[in-house]
Nanobody
Framework: VQLVESGGGSVQVGGSLRLSCVAS????????MGWFRQIPDKEREGVAG???????SYADSVKGRFTISRDNAKNTVALQMNSLKSEDTALYYC?????????????WGQGTQVTVS
């Protein structure tokens, strides 16, 4: 499955952004989908995941502010980010796995930059 992210950009602290991920090459309905982020010189962090059954997981740092959703009919996954903080600044990646949220993600997009200032 190929993944393409969009929706990144620059926003002020307290603002909102909605990231989208469009999949092709396979249906996402059988995949666990996730959003990850990475800051230069730091490890990649799992932000939010949504299983094939719709159950969700979030990093503690984004709980209550971010919401992940999926539309299997449109083969898309979204990440709604509200109350953004400067520490949310990162390159955000969409990823897919045939495993679960804690498993190994083998399919990745190219990333979309989010800058909060």
């Amino acid at each position: 499955v190929q993944l393409v992210e969009s929706g990144g950009g620059s926003v002020q602290v307290g603002g909102s952004l909605r990231l989208s991920c469009v999949a092709s090459g396979d249906t996402i309905s059988r995949y666990c989908m996730g959003w990850f982020r990475q800051i230069p010189d730091k490890e990649r962090e799992g932000v939010a995941g949504i299983e094939s059954d719709g159950s969700t997981s979030y990093a503690d740092s984004v709980k209550g502010r971010f919401t992940i959703s999926r539309d299997n009919a449109k083969n898309t996954v979204a990440l709604q980010m509200n109350s953004l903080k400067s520490e949310d600044t990162a390159l955000y990646y969409c990823a897919a796995t045939g495993d679960s949220w804690g498993g190994d993600f083998g399919h990745w997009g190219q990333g979309t930059q989010v800058t909060v200032s």
